[in-house]
């Protein structure tokens, strides 16, 4: 579809999903995705994909090519922006596997996690791998594009840390938080959303505000996982029920949920939420009704200003499943 075809395009005609509007991209993205994953090791080829060809929605690489139709990219550098989605999901994937090494997890999207099935030093070289092979992609890139790539790694190796330094910590603020999860999450897709802009011609403009989209949208997302983490079912989420407050991690709920509790304060300051009766109790407390609305509601806050930042963008059937991506983030449901 051309940009004026676009322009004129009617919500009464949206996809049924955000993805669809760019279908063929997507096919491009994966079929570029799964092409990098082979190397002369088998084993480092059969975990990655073991990990990339086996689930994913790839919410990435579709807001980054919406982003790019959005701005009013065309075939040009459709190509260009291809690879970006990639090399996204390619360090997407490789965070993956490095943090179920840190957390020890057992599964992922309902299966065994690759740490489980393959063990620490294999998953740990499989992640390596799939950075180096981000950053090979990247290589093709201008200058202020990889570094735009390489901030957002080192967001990520941050927010790692951080989110390892507040565990088991009932003290920690909602701006704690958030800066957890603006360097663990959104940081890629504010990323995503600055090159998508850059690459489509968008003016410098346009291009800081599909950054501040990204934040928002990121941040609404991960706040949903968050709630999701909580309330299950494993059958639906792909890991078990309160696996974040198992392993002390101080989500959205918890942090909200320990200033209605000072029970639930107690439990995630010890450890014993992590297990048994404790845990148990613990997640008892964090489904409390005010904790899951309070919850919704900040995710809903960042919503509102992902939409806000849509409105720099012409009418389009590519704004308009941005729009539809933000409203399905938020309602998420199990």
Known sequence: MDRDKAIAYSTRSLPETPAQAVESELQAVESRLLSLLDCQESLISEISRYLVAGGGKRVRSSFIMLVYRACGGGDKNRSQAVDASVALELIHSATLLHDDIIDSGKLRRGKPSAFSRFGLGPTLVAGDFLFSRAFELCGQFEERLI??????????????VM????????????????RVIELKTASLFSAGGRVAADLAGAPDKVVKRMDRLGTAIGLAFQMVDDLLDIVGPESKIGKPVGSDLRAGIPSLPVVLGVDHSLELRELFQSGNAADGAGFERALELVRAPEVIAASRQKAVEQAALAHNELTCLKPSVYR????????DQVDREV
Not at 320 to 327: G, K, N, P, Q, T
């Open 320 to 327: 308009d499943s941005l729009a539809a991506m933000i409203s």
């Open 147 to 160: 570094r735009i790539a390489a901030e957002a790694c080192i967001q990520l190796t941050e927010g790692e």
């Open 163 to 178: 989110e390892g330094r507040l565990r088991h910590n009932a003290s920690v603020t909602l701006a704690d938080y958030k």
